[in-house]
DNA sequence: CTGAAAGCGCTTACAG
DNA sequence: CTGAAAGCGCTTACAG
């Protein structure tokens, strides 16, 4: 492996001007500059980044903006680890890593946490960008000054990231009708139940039911899909009556839940016996790791939420120093859980 | 962050015996070590491994011992890609990776590649243990040397590697007869069609099968398996009559193929227009990808080809470099693929 | 038992 | 346009 030392020598110049042009700064001439420029190709120099990073003597900072985690039940754990399994992996480029929090459920929180991000400085940004309209209006200083940052989790159109990290949210809905094909019958109904929260929230949610009802319309015979919004997943009366309405009023035999809210929905199945429901929903949580364990819900459809943060830092991580430019969208795998695979994450 | 100097400055002592004690090395007083030990601790200091790597300018080499690859299509493709891609993040490292192939179906090929690869100097190995009796037999010398190595892709009990990162072939046997029980109906048969080659090479495609069976022992009503064994999966028509024979004398639904080898199995359904019969097999190539697209393959299981040579060389190189001792099993994902999810990998 | 100095392969002022 | 030298934070002989 030669080094900088040995193609000086070779080119009978100093190391600074192998360096030079290395990096393409000016004041080299033009005839000293190909004539290293040839010598660094024949053979096959590459610098060493062990000592580039330690000569650089850079420190770079990475924001990251996420939901606030209360417990390791807690969906954003998991991206959160991700993160910082990153962190610990690319510390050794002294890069560090500065959170910022906001509770998910308060758009003004998360403009507060952006706000505070942006009084910081640092050199690339790691964005959930939960709340499209705030995030919008945020990202116009990130764009000024030219940080580069990355979504994860939440897909936003028409920014300037340099990349999005996550799942095709219609496409994931798309597999679920297939799964949920096979668990149901002929003359069986569907029910889709979404929660008000989310859906606020972010677009997801209406990506996958959207996912989910476009495969049921090139089916023959073609299935009956009913939908609920349920106003406030924790008024439980309320959710009682506006399912027991739908299971009672029609013939339901497959339940889809486009969100992590799925845990509430097996909950009301288990307690009121209902069984010969198939039910299918999104997130790994621990309680709904019990939930399939014990069959009440058929089949889960994983984030990838680890990797989401993994994925989102590294990325951010080989642009500013490696100058590696990512695609647009990185969508990850989408992940099918059920009682039998559940143990191998 | 503080360095060397500042510690040993704090410790009124050259950064030489701060060195000692950070590497518990031999040569410094025992009230000087104390010291030292307690500045560390309250300074939380830690040592840049930049500047660690640039200073021990050591180079570590990596043999792998992995099939020949013949096209973008062999199995052993992503494995091999995983392994380069791990390579290129730990360059950095200064390590370097030496391969060794071998013919996978060709025994005595496996012992020349192994044998060649202990007579080079390499700091740790990472082996596809397709023969188990060749590998027993070679990894003495490993072990004598106290060379460290990691098992991809197939599992081998009870040698001293230090680790083992791939599927659980039994679970994902069980996890393929769940999906199975999905797609066929009450009173329809199964077929598991094993190739001979395959059986030979190791007992990934046995513990598949067993795995898959004992699944359908839990089940009321019973449903019956069938098990045929193809002496060789390029003999047509012994293929097309075991096959057939089969299919006349038993009311088969649902095909079960252990192995890659589903691509022709795939075909041979395409062939003679059997798009009634469910079909669940293993891998995606290239081919396998088509089938899934136009359905003929209901679904596959994957065994994140990629990711096991990518995790395998991530193992060694934290183990050697970072001293990380990494869990004896790595099991990875099983994953379920389908038309529907087939995109996103 | 301890320290001073050279070296790892780069980058970066500074001098000419 | 080019070079010599100091420095990044460690490790490693070598001297005492």
């Known amino acids: 492996m030669k080094t900088i ?39 096959n120099f590459q610098i060493n980044k062990t000592a580039r990073t330690l000569a650089l003597n850079k420190k770079y900072d990475i924001a990251v903006l996420i939901p606030t985690i209360e417990s390791s039940s807690d969906f954003w754990f998991l991206p959160k680890k991700g993160i910082e399994k990153a962190s610990e992996e690319i510390e050794i480029h002294r890069t560090s890593v500065s959170y910022f929090y ?12 952006f706000d505070k991000l942006l009084q910081n400085s640092f050199d690339a940004a790691l964005i959930a960008p939960i709340f499209l309209k705030e995030t ?26 340099i990349s999005y990290v996550g799942q095709h949210s219609y496409d994931s809905g798309i597999l679920a009708a297939k799964i949920m094909s096979l668990l149901i019958g002929n ?9 008000r929260k989310d859906s606020n929230q972010h677009s997801a949610i209406e990506d996958r039911a959207s996912g989910f009802k476009s495969y049921f319309k090139t089916q023959a015979p073609p299935i009956k899909i009913h939908e609920i919004i349920l106003p406030n997943i924790k008024d439980l009366p309320t959710v009682d009556r506006l399912i027991s309405e739908q299971l009672t009023n029609h013939h339901i035999k497959g339940l889809f839940v486009p969100s992590s809210k799925v845990t509430q929905i097996a909950s009301y199945i288990k307690e009121n016996k209902l069984k010969h429901l198939k039910l299918i929903g999104y997130d790994l949580s621990d309680e709904n790791a019990v939930f399939i364990e014990n069959e009440t819900i058929d089949f889960l459809i994983d984030q990838n939420a680890f990797f989401q943060g993994y994925e989102g830092m590294k990325t951010l991580f080989n642009f500013i120093i490696n100058d590696v430019v990512p695609e647009k969208n990185c969508y990850l795998p989408i992940k099918l859980l059920t009682k039998e695979n559940i143990k191998y994450l």
């Not at 906001?102 to 946490?113: H, I, L, T, V």
Request: net charge neutral; proline share 3%; charged share 30%.
């Open 5 to 43: 030392k040995d193609i000086a020598a070779l080119a009978n110049v100093s190391i600074g001007t192998v360096d030079r042009v290395i990096h393409n700064r000016p004041g080299v001439s033009k005839k000293t500059k190909e004539l290293i420029e040839k010598i660094i190709r024949e053979h």
């Open 102 to 113: 906001f509770d998910p459920s308060d758009f003004n929180s998360f403009k507060e946490a």
């Open 136 to 161: 919008k209006e945020h990202l116009i200083q990130l764009d000024q000054k030219k940080i580069p940052y990355v979504f994860f989790n939440v897909e936003f159109q028409g920014a300037n990231n």
């Open 187 to 195: 003359g069986e109904d569907i029910l889709i139940i979404k929660v």
